[in-house]
């Protein structure tokens, strides 16, 4: 396995040229900024230079790359980058994982149609599947569902759950505008799913929100869809202004900082849902998945400690997941490729502080570990229930490497 | 590969994952990571200087970065300090919901009929409400505190121990409805209904018991009980209890080799008791029969009432059907005298069936033959005494068929009538006609009421065919001339009946007959059995003009006195004495009957005149009319009137052959 990155900026185009590519069994990861969409030039080469390879990418609210920095007296020092380039593209070339990559354009079709279309796409020798979606226009927790609904029944018979990781491409201006790229030309609205197979295969996955809960746990008396209008019976929105207090001018930004747990409804579990808008006139929020009516929710809190420590134990925990494995196998991986998809929101609450994050999960993670990511609209992950689920508020690690 | 996912909210990576880490070297890991974006150590202090790598701009930067560290961790003060701030307030509020609430769940709970009760995971009492101070006797301070055990006896406490332990199976909570057995403070046993709401926890269970005091439904169950086996009005085992009695001494004396005997005992004509001096004397007839019973039995013999008038007596260890019979003739004998009733001195018989249980296996079996002897002693002439023998089964087998057909009969039209002319000796014209029901059988053809009339009367059918017989008796007679008269046999049951007069009256009324041109033939029976009621209502319809016959005069213990009784209009001289004319001795009793009528004002009929030698004989004694074959056997509706109003045996009836219907026997009802 070779990992390769370069960048592409509108000052000096290319970092450098593009390394070279086995198709079958090469992967190109491009996250970028949402504009990109508008002026796809970039994005069009890549897919040009990689033909009959497995190119994919999204734009986020940031994208990141380990970058090593120097350390006077010490040489370099890992470390990573928030933005360093509009265009952060990795190639990883594996020598036996094969890597296979399926495009689903949602169309007329549900959300959850289109996950189950994908994940119908399995192969039995499949040992993991990386998702990358549009974050607007597709429905995150539908997407989910149907994926883990499809993976269930195409699984072989005796053949171990497929892991599911990814996240929803996000746009840092208005939330507004969102690229895809599943082989080909950038899209606004679409699924690309990365199928890895071969037993070669070394993969971990981990990931951590950092928020506690406090006060009362509430019941959800009005809401519809994602839009939450009422909990015990009082607006929600007056809640909100409650506890920001101050703050509360400068809603929905500030509300990031208070999101809200949501209890599944078999009591099992419990997922983080962040808001996205408020409706002074409606007196609701509108967060970024659903709020079922009749739920039982509990406001969260954070601090930008937390949410530092929470990335480095997504990190840790990814790393771990995989190190037994490696273990036992007749060689380690000589180096790692860490995805880590991060929660816009967790961007906004950590402001001047969120390359910190980054570098907490550097940090948690080998040392011969490349890490590339973006900030998402939403991370797809298992939940603690052992289902997987699309989480808001998330630090989530991907990590791959290939017995040697 | 299971993925290492997000800690669950509830247990953040939070306060107590974040401790105030300081790194190997003492610095904070921000101020770490601040030096390293800058390319500084902690071990490498910046030299000044372009060429060291480290300027002015550097150390502004790392100031920018401390201050901006600085004003992100007050922010996260102030988000902190306002949530505790504000979530305080809201636990305050909660609290405050929550002691009202309390207040008010404390004075349900105070306010309430039932006791509550709460124990601690000791056993301890925790708290005792108003309604369990009143219920155990305790007040709510001597009993918390104190252990369960002054409440609930050990063994109790033991039972709902286990069955606790059975629901909760492992789980944290569970629910249970029973019923307890507790103990007031003065030692009262309490039967309580309770519902039990149990907690675990790792210390024990918790436990709150509600109790509602059943103690007197317990005893009221328990007298439901006893009654539910025993008959209220005789105290004798019911129908149910005797069935389980029967069965268990069936069982022990099978064990043993032992037979018992089954004696059903019916007591005669009850129901004409009940409907004729009323439910009260019957019941006192009842009460006494029982106490007959009692006395009449062996030691170890068991009496139970079946219902109404049924008494069955079960008689263990008994030696052959010899044995059974001698008791059930003692039961027999021991009815034999009457019964005194306040004013009434009643007389009631009771027909005794037997059987024994070398006949049969069960006790079901074993009743129902000792029942179909019994009807066989009620049809042999009642007051006796009838062991069981196989053919008793087809014998009543009959009679339930006739039974449910002359149901269908009454229901579907079934029933005839037949109009017998009666002659008046002087002039031979047609004054009277008796109308004699019939019974259009199918596959039988048409049956005379010697059949069927005493299944109707012991299956309560007689008022049922009574009532059509008279409906249709007076519609024919109203088109037939005025100086005819129709006469009808009534059951004794149905002229016991209250409003016997309005249904007479009625019928006349509907059908436009007048009074006088009704009679209504009774028995002297009516008069022996002492039916007020019935002579009472027959005096009301004389008084309206309805004719009263005597029928079959010197059939019953005949009684000159029992002509007082009531001012008969028609005597007919029965069938017997006309038959034996040509003896001397019988013409000096018709001739003496005849005298005496007529002294008294009586019109007589001589009945079942079949020869022209009868005829002359009771002419010349002066007997006032005639019926019988000789003259006409009784006619259909429609032959009837084509010879009404003509002349008797020298006119157009038609003269029948001597003895052609002598069979024809005559219920209490007549025919």
Redesign the interface.
């Known amino acids: 396995m070779r990992t390769e990155m370069l960048t592409w900026s509108h000052e000096h185009g290319w970092s450098g040229p593009f390394p070279p590519a086995v198709p079958g069994h090469t992967l190109v990861l491009a996250f970028g900024e949402s504009a990109l969409v508008d002026d796809p030039a970039p994005l069009d080469e890549l897919v040009a230079a990689y033909p009959g390879t497995a190119v994919t990418g999204c734009s986020g609210a940031g994208q990141f790359a380990s970058v090593p ?6 040489g370099a ?1 890992p ?1 990573v980058r928030l933005d360093p380039a509009p265009l952060i593209v990795t190639v990883v070339t594996f020598d036996q994982v094969r890597v296979r990559i399926v495009a689903v354009r949602p169309g007329s079709r549900t959300s959850r149609q289109a996950g189950q279309e994908l994940a119908e796409q399995r192969r039995p020798d499949d ?2 599947l990386f998702v990358l979606s549009s974050g607007i226009n597709v429905n995150g927790d539908q997407l989910t569902e149907g994926i883990v609904d499809g993976l269930a029944r195409t699984r072989p018979a005796g053949a ?1 759950a497929l ?1 599911v ?1 990814g996240g929803l491409a996000a746009g840092a201006d208005g939330f507004l505008r969102t690229w895809v790229l599943a082989g080909k030309a950038p899209l606004p609205t679409a699924v690309a799913g990365v199928f890895l197979s071969g037993d070669a295969l070394q ?14 746990a509430r019941r959800v008396t009005r809401s519809d869809g994602n839009v939450l209008y009422e909990v015990d019976g009082k607006p929600a929105l007056a809640l909100y202004k ?4 101050d ?1 509360a001018a400068g809603l929905p930004a500030t509300a990031l ?1 208070f999101p809200l ?1 949501l209890h599944t409804e078999d009591g099992g ?2 997922i ?1 849902r962040s808001i996205l808008a408020v409706d002074e006139a409606a007196q609701s929020l509108t967060f970024a998945g659903d709020i079922p009516q009749g739920s039982t929710v ?1 406001l ?7 949410l ?3 990335a480095g ?2 990190a ?3 790393a ?3 190190a037994p ?1 490696a273990g036992r196998g007749a060689g380690k991986p000589a180096e790692w490729l860490a995805i880590a998809v991060s929660c816009v929101a967790r961007r906004l609450a950590l ?3 969120t ?2 994050e980054l ?1 907490a999960a550097l940090e948690g993670l080998a040392s011969n570990t490349t890490m590339t990511g973006f900030y998402s609209f939403g991370e797809i ?4 229930g052992g289902r997987t689920r699309m ?1 808001n508020q ?1 630090m989530t690690v991907t990590v791959l490497g290939e017995r040697q | 590969m299971t993925g290492r996912h997000a800690a669950p909210p509830s247990a953040p990576a939070g306060p107590g994952a974040i401790p105030p880490v300081q790194a190997a070297d003492g610095l904070h890991p921000l101020l770490l990571r601040q030096l390293a974006r800058l390319g500084l150590t902690a071990d490498h202090p910046p030299e000044p200087g372009p060429d060291a790598g480290f300027g002015a701009q550097q150390w502004r930067e790392l100031l920018t970065r401390i201050s901006v560290a600085y004003t992100d961790a007050d922010n996260d003060r102030y988000t902190l300090e306002r949530s505790i701030d504000v979530s305080g307030c809201e636990m305050a509020e909660l609290y405050e919901k929550l002691r009202t609430r309390e207040a008010f769940t404390r004075a349900i709970v105070e306010s309430a009929g039932d006791a509550l009760i709460t124990t601690d995971e000791t056993g301890v009492l925790t708290s005792f409400n108003p309604a369990a101070e009143r219920l155990f006797g305790w007040t709510a301070d001597e009993a918390c505190g104190q252990s369960s055990g002054v409440l609930l006896p050990d063994g109790e406490r033991q039972r709902l121990e286990a069955i606790v332990g059975e629901r909760l199976a492992g789980g944290t909570h569970a629910e249970l409805s029973l019923e307890l057995t507790a103990r007031h403070r003065d030692g009262t046993r309490l039967y309580l209904l309770t519902s039990v709401s149990v907690w675990a926890a790792d210390t024990g269970l918790f436990t709150t018991i509600v109790a509602r005091d059943i103690s007197a439904q317990k005893t009221f169950q328990e007298r439901l009980r006893y009654q539910a086996g025993h008959d209220a009005l005789t105290g004798l085992p019911n129908r149910a209890r005797f069935h389980e009695l029967l069965d268990a001494e069936l069982a022990r004396a099978r064990g043993i080799g032992a037979d018992i005997a089954l004696l059903f005992c019916d007591l005669d004509r009850f129901k004409l008791i009940n409907d004729s001096l009323g439910h009260d004397v019957g019941d006192a007839v009842l009460v006494n029969a029982a106490d007959r019973f009692r006395a009449a039995i062996r030691p170890g013999d068991l009496v139970a009432r079946l219902s109404g008038d049924e008494f069955v007596i079960l008689c263990p260890g008994i030696m052959g059907t010899t044995e059974a019979r001698l008791i059930g003739e003692s039961i027999v004998a021991a009815f034999s005298v009457p019964f005194h009733l306040g004013e009434y001195d009643v007389v009631v018989s009771v027909s005794v069936g037997v059987v024994t249980s070398d006949t049969s296996a069960s006790g079901e079996e074993l009743l129902r033959k000792s029942d179909l002897a019994m009807y066989s002693a009620k049809r042999g002439g009642r007051a006796r005494v009838h062991v069981y023998e196989a053919d008793m089964v087809s014998t009543v087998t009959t009679r339930m068929e006739i039974e449910n057909g002359l149901r269908a009969a009454l229901r579907d039209g079934g029933l005839l009538l037949h109009y017998q002319p009666i002659v008046s000796t002087g002039d031979g014209v047609v004054r009277k006609v008796e109308a004699l029901v019939r019974w259009d059988r199918p596959g039988h053809g048409v049956v005379l009421p010697a059949t069927f009339l005493p299944v109707a009367d012991e299956a309560g059918l007689a008022p049922a065919v009574d009532r059509w017989v008279l409906e249709t008796a007076c519609g024919e007679a109203a088109s037939w001339p005025h100086d005819v008269t129709v006469s009808v046999n009534l059951s004794d049951r149905l002229l016991s009946q209250p409003g016997v007069v309005d249904l007479v009256t009625g019928v006349l009324e509907r059908t436009g007959l007048r009074a006088q041109r009704l009679g209504i033939e009774v028995t002297e029976h009516l008069l022996g059995a002492d039916m007020p009621q019935a002579v009472g209502a027959l005096r009301q319809l004389q008084s309206l003009g309805v004719g009263v016959y005597l029928d079959d005069f010197g059939t019953e213990y005949s009684s000159l006195a029992r002509l007082r009784q009531l001012d008969f209009d028609v005597l007919k001289i029965d069938r017997s004495f006309v038959m034996d004319l040509a003896d001397p001795s019988s013409r000096i009793i018709v001739a003496s009957v005849i005298r005496m009528a007529r002294a008294l004002g009586l019109e007589t009929v001589a009945e079942g005149v079949d020869t022209q030698e009868q005829y002359d004989t009771l002419a010349e004694l002066g007997c006032d009319a005639i019926q019988g074959y000789l003259l006409a056997e009784p006619l259909p509706a429609d032959v009837l009137r084509g010879h009404l109003g003509r002349q008797g045996p020298a006119g157009h009836c038609p003269r029948a052959a001597p003895g052609n219907d002598h069979h024809r026997g005559k219920s209490t009802s007549g025919c």
Request: hydrophobic fraction near 35%; aromatic fraction near 8%.
């Open positions: 920095r120097p350390v006077p007296g010490q020092a470390g040992t993991a171990p892991p990781s993969a971990g996955y981990g990931s951590a929100v950092g928020w506690g809960i406090f006060g009362p409650r506890y920001l207090g703050r900082l747990g579990e419990k983080v509990e969260m809190r954070s601090t930008r400690d937390w530092v420590d929470a134990t997504a840790q925990n990814a771990d997941d995989v494995a402001g001047e502080r390359e910190e570098d992950a298992l939940a603690c989480h998330t």
